[in-house]
């Protein structure tokens, strides 16, 4: 019998401080910096995000967000096999926080390990897991991205420090004799690991080089419109579908400018859009689950819908999953 993949259970968390624009404004203002909630509002589409507090960890985001998928799927804890964690925010070097997730859950024995793919992390999970349990590696799956990007932004440089956001998703994706994920597709373009990066790293003791988040906004803007219609319409052409079938595109949520091009170029209506980038900002690999779980548990997102998620980020990482709720 053929073997598929399903997610059977969402779940979600974000850290309780939210920072408004307002707030930020007023923050970067105490710096001698000038910013406003119109430019934020207007190139963006960000109102609010949330931060965690000193000494509260990705795995700690993870967990929550875990505990409610699992609790939704009806899945335990104890019958899970394989954990992959998208996070490019990690609790330590090593060891992974998939590893340190598996801890703070009260289980050992099965697979767990961190994809890194920066704001494309949950797509290359997701894909992942939907490989290992259509191959027989695994069979009940946690596919979470959680990220605490507040510890990598730099509070001076105004054109980033307002775009991102703390929070974790998660799913519970199982095997399954119906589909569930009907076709993955991910892509890297190494060329441009420069445009969007946290270039230091910890050499003996010290960190060397830069350790917050540099980024050319216009370069990643032009590259992720581009890759993300690509992948949207590769994704659709492997599982014979078109867009029209789609019910939900859920994309990562970056920017609303970008999703309203990816829209666009699809001919999907925006009411055909899961939009959290306003209340979350862009949480990077925690963000597709993220909307996912927040469309779920609202009603608009129902079982036995068509979803098309799609992320884009630093690498550069691109890609897509096309699944049936
Ligand atoms: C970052 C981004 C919003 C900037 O928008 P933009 O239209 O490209 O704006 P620019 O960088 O050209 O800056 C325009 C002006 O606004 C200013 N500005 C930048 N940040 C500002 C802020 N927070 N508040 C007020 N003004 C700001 C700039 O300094 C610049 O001023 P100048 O013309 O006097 O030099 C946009 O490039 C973007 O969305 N890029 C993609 C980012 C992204 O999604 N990254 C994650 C991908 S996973």
Not at 134 to 143: D, E, F, Q
Not at 200 to 208: K, Q
Request: hydrophobic share 50%; proline share 3%; aromatic share 4%.
């Amino acid at each position: 019998m053929k073997i598929f993949s399903r997610i059977t259970g969402t779940g979600s968390f974000l850290p309780p401080r939210r920072l408004t624009n307002a707030d930020l404004v007023a923050q970067l203002a105490a710096q001698g910096l000038e910013s406003n909630d119109e430019w934020i509002v207007e190139r963006t589409g960000i109102r609010a995000r949330h931060f965690v507090d000193v000494g509260i960890h990705c795995s700690d985001l993870a967990l929550q967000a875990s505990q409610r998928a699992l609790q939704a799927a009806g899945v335990a804890a104890r019958d899970i096999d394989l954990i992959i964690v998208g996070t490019s925010t990690p609790d330590m070097v090593f060891p992974s926080t998939a590893c340190i997730l598996q801890g703070k859950l009260g289980v050992r024995g099965g697979a767990a390990f961190d994809v890194q793919a920066v704001c494309s992390g949950f797509i290359y999970a997701l894909t992942v897991a939907d490989a290992m349990i259509r191959s027989g590696v695994a069979t009940k799956a946690l596919v979470i991205g959680a990220e605490v990007f507040s510890r990598i932004l730099d509070f001076k440089d105004r054109t980033t420090c307002v775009l991102f956001g703390d929070g974790a998703g998660a799913v519970v994706l199982e095997a399954s004799a119906e589909p569930g994920i009907l076709a993955t597709d991910i892509h890297a373009d190494g060329k441009y690991t420069d445009i969007l990066c946290v270039p230091g790293h910890v050499s003996g003791g010290a960190i060397l080089g830069e350790p917050l988040l540099r980024m050319d906004g216009q370069a990643v803007f032009k590259l992720a419109v581009g890759v993300l219609d690509e992948t949207a319409r590769a994704v659709l052409a492997k599982a014979g579908l078109s867009a029209a079938d789609i019910d939900w595109l859920i994309p990562h949520q970056a920017n609303i400018r970008i999703m309203q091009s990816a829209a666009r170029k699809l001919k999907l209506p925006m009411d055909k859009v899961v939009i959290t980038v306003d209340q979350h900002g862009n949480t990077s690999a925690a963000s597709i689950p993220l909307a996912l779980d927040t469309a779920v548990r609202s009603g608009q997102v129902k079982a036995g819908q068509t979803l098309l998620l799609e992320g884009v980020g630093g690498g550069f990482t691109w890609g897509a999953v096309l699944l049936k709720l």
